[in-house]
């Protein structure tokens, strides 16, 4: 079985064709609008948004930034940009969100209504385009579907690279969902975005009813949206290259790790079951592979075999994470891959028990 998702899905992925550059002339005539959705985030938006006012994209496009009822100088630093760039900055401003809606959802929603384009980008306040030519990019994903249009894109965002076992495993783990959910779209079986580099139009967006099938449910603003746009027939297209990315900070202990873990795993409940099945059979054979190693320690007269096995498999998995790794810029230590291999289907099993006994989750 992980043959089979390394040599289908993986593999062909990390080898595809690149992506044309910005320089090439593209389909760059349709303006765009920018959200983001921000809490206390006076730090992030001052890094963030000269970034995004540099980008490079002669159609024009507007930033419309959510102010989700921050209590520091978001909204003051808000309302002097808005009023300096007032033709490219627009400012919302949440007071209150309703009982029982999530914060973040009914702030984007907000934030959506008062676009002015059909095209929409999305990304977070604690996060920075890699180039100046994200959004030309992630634009042009729009027409990377075939005779007709995508209606959504998914990009890939990566985290910066620091010291410390954490650090890598974080990039390890945000290289293989990246792998399942972008080599998965580009086979045609689209099932997850992430809010950090996510496009879609306001068609897509009103096709969905918007957020309303998970409205209560905190997570979920971004692969929800994509699991009931395909519900909707709606069109996937991918981008994945570097200039495309976006670049965030990752968590910093491993407390912090765990609690936004849990978060991004709640939503998976919701998911079709044919993709539950995909995605769980690709964590269910790795986990089950060391599983079965453990137990067949306990036989000394298959010790050798088991390491013939447990060799190859290693080998073949290494060459096709370091691939990956390369294709979506989000470099590993080959010679740690063994381990954070290991760690990662250890933590997922972890994460599905803690979540069996105790979903209780919080927002920021």
Not at 1 to 10: E, K, N, P, R
Not at 38 to 51: D, G, S, T, Y
Not at 57 to 64: N, Q, R, T
Not at 331 to 349: A, C, E, H, R, T
Request: aromatic share 12%; charged share 20%.
């Amino acid at each position: 079985m992980q043959l089979f998702y390394a040599a289908y899905f993986f593999w062909p992925f990390a080898r595809r064709a690149p992506e044309a550059t910005a320089e090439v002339p593209g389909p760059d005539a349709e303006p765009v609008s920018i959200v983001v959705c921000a809490r206390n985030e006076l730090h992030n938006l001052r890094r963030l948004l000269p970034l995004l006012l540099q980008q490079d994209y002669p159609a024009g496009f507007e930033i419309v930034l959510v102010d989700d009822r921050s209590d520091d100088d978001t909204y003051l630093y808000a309302q002097q940009l808005a009023q300096y760039y007032h033709e490219k900055v627009r400012l919302v401003s949440v007071a209150r969100t309703p009982r029982d809606f999530a914060p973040k959802k009914y702030a984007l929603t907000l934030g959506i209504k008062a676009t002015r384009h059909a095209r929409l980008l999305f990304t977070d306040a604690d996060c920075i385009p890699a180039t100046n030519q994200w959004l030309r990019l992630m634009q042009r994903g729009f027409a990377n579907h075939g005779a007709a249009p995508a209606d959504l894109v998914v990009g890939f965002s990566a985290y910066v690279e620091a010291p410390g076992f954490l650090n890598k495993l974080i990039r390890y783990e945000t290289l293989l969902t990246g792998a399942q959910y972008l080599s998965f779209a580009w086979r045609g079986w689209p099932y997850m975005g992430v809010g950090r580099n996510l496009a879609y139009t306001r068609a897509c967006f009103t096709a969905t009813k918007g957020f309303a099938s998970h409205i209560r449910q905190l997570s979920g603003d971004d692969d929800l949206l994509v699991q009931d746009a395909v519900r909707k027939g709606q069109r996937v297209a991918v981008v994945a290259d570097a200039a495309a990315h976006t670049l965030s900070e990752p968590a910093a202990t491993w407390a912090a790790w765990w609690r936004q873990k849990r978060r991004h795993l709640s939503a998976g409940r919701a998911y079709r079951l044919t993709d539950r099945l995909r995605i769980g059979t690709f964590l269910l054979a790795n986990m089950l592979f060391y599983l079965a190693v453990v137990v067949l320690l306990f036989y000394p007269n298959i010790w050798v075999p088991l390491a013939v096995v447990c060799t190859l498999r290693t080998l073949f998995v290494s060459a096709v994470y370091a691939r990956l790794s390369s294709r979506l810029h989000q470099p590993v230590i080959v010679g740690l891959l063994p381990v954070l291999d290991l760690v990662y289907f250890s933590q997922y099993l972890a994460l599905g028990i803690s979540l069996f006994l105790n979903r209780t989750l919080r927002w920021k």
